[in-house]
């Protein structure tokens, strides 16, 4: 029988060429599939990077930075790191990026016209990168705009190789409002996620729910949401605990 190598497997699961990936994208694509950019000696060095360590992602999906999605993201993010110490944390606040949504139905770029989602690809779609966490403030009972876009561009995973297919994915909803649409917008960004085959977990143990569901009161620190914190870290320590299981690492 011939010997299944890491070579030959990517070789033969590739779902479609690195040719037909949008141009902008190709190169992240190809990092995520094994096939480009990367030598043999870096390979092995992220295999066993891999054996040790795994990486929770946060993205932040407030078109406004440092305010209370992300505050609550790192609050999560540190629930998670703490569970292990294989694992790696790392806030990427989406706010000031461009990210046009529309380019997901394969427009164009206009000439001229920035885009920094391509550059999201390979920090996304790296195997070390075990779990990813959503945050997004509530606009009108669903996700920002940002956040749609950002999911609609993640369009690329779903064409090309699934990378994101096997990662774990948790959600955080940061409402002006107690019970403002936190759980109906988590719904919403947990459906996206879902069509890239991700491992969908919600806020854990006490009393699991379906994800963080944070108040923002306007009167200072979201922090001080006691009850939204307490899902906060149970989404954290669940997603983390999930990713360590599927990596061999859990209880
Ligand atoms: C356009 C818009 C719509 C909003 N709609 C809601 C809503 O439906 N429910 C709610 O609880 N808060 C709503 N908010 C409040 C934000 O969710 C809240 O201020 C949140 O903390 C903002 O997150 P950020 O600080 O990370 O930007 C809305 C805010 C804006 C700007």
Known sequence: ?????????????????????????????????????STASSRNSSQKRKAKQI?????????????????????????????????????IELAGMKIDGSLAAGLPLEPGQRDDFPKLVPKLSD???????????????SMTSLCKAFLDRCITFWENNMALSGKVAGVLAVGGSRNGGQEI?????????????????????????IGATVWNSGKGDVTEDEFGMATTRKLGRRVAEVALQLNGMGK
């Open 127 to 141: 195997p070390v990168v075990a779990g990813i966490i959503v945050g997004t403030p509530v606009y009108f009972s």
């Open 185 to 209: 917008t988590i719904q919403s960004v947990q459906a996206a996620l879902l069509c890239q085959e991700m491992i969908i977990v919600g806020s854990g143990r006490p009393a699991p729910r």
């Open 1 to 37: 029988m011939k010997d299944i190598t890491r070579r030959n497997f990517v070789k033969t699961s590739m779902v479609a060429p690195a040719v037909l990936l949008r141009k902008s994208e190709a190169a992240g694509a190809a990092f995520a599939a094994g096939t480009g950019g």
């Open 55 to 91: 990486r929770i992602i946060g993205i932040c999906c407030s078109p406004r930075k440092a305010k209370t999605t992300a505050a609550s993201l790192r609050v999560c993010l540190e629930a998670a790191k703490e569970v292990h110490p294989s694992i790696e944390v790392e806030l």
